[in-house]
């Protein structure tokens, strides 16, 4: 059987452009963990850091038939990721700044009675409850002991039989899966109004 680790990067690449799945995996496996850790390092978020990492691995053996930099298969990936992570930032950077403006142009504005206001907020309360019963059941049971029934992670834990570790991961993953569905939502009801 042939060792994969003892070829160099250019071996290896010549082998993935032949579509060696087994050359593709060393490159997955000698550079994953390093270039996470530097995604994890710039963006501060384990999820978004493994989704870059991912989609680069995802493209990397899209792409396995054109040129890739041989010479340099470590700075070809810390190049692509390099890229990668600053399109985030600066998408970020315009969402922020957009919903900032929004946000400010509203309260200028300031047009809308009490009555229109205390419907929106009924509206947002909905579209939030509705987005809880969506998630998948464990985390929403977890996420609902929690924010609902006021329980601590060892409570949740002790009650549903798992651990705190995952009491709190579910958590974290809720929060994530519903800040990303309330920042579209509050976007969209900026620009067009209530539903």
């Given at each position: 059987?042939?060792?994969y ?36 390092k ?61 946000l ?44 609902k029934?006021?329980?601590t ?12 570790h995952?009491?709190s ?27």
């Open positions: 059987m042939i060792d680790k003892s070829f160099d990067d250019v071996e290896l690449l010549g082998m993935l452009k032949a579509s060696d799945r087994r050359a593709y995996t060393e490159i997955y496996n000698r550079y994953h963990y390093l270039l996470l850790n530097h995604a994890y710039k963006l501060r978020d384990e999820e978004l850091a493994k989704d870059v990492i991912q989609e680069l691995f995802a493209g990397l053996w899209m792409r396995r038939e054109q040129e890739i930099n041989s010479a340099n298969l470590a700075g070809y990936l810390y190049t692509i990721t390099r890229n990668r992570i600053l399109d985030i930032f600066a998408h970020q950077k315009v969402r922020s700044n957009y919903v900032e403006t929004s400010q142009d509203f309260a200028q504005r300031n047009s809308y009675s009490n009555t229109d206001h205390l419907i929106r907020e009924k509206e947002f309360m909905i579209y939030i409850e509705r987005e809880i019963q969506a998630l998948p059941k464990k985390m929403r049971e977890i996420f609902e002991l929690s924010r029934g006021n329980l992670h060892k409570e949740i834990a002790a009650k549903l039989n798992t651990s705190e995952n009491v991961k579910q958590i974290s993953n809720a929060i994530k899966i519903l800040r990303k569905k309330t920042d579209i939502f509050i976007i969209i009801y900026f620009l067009y109004g209530p539903f």
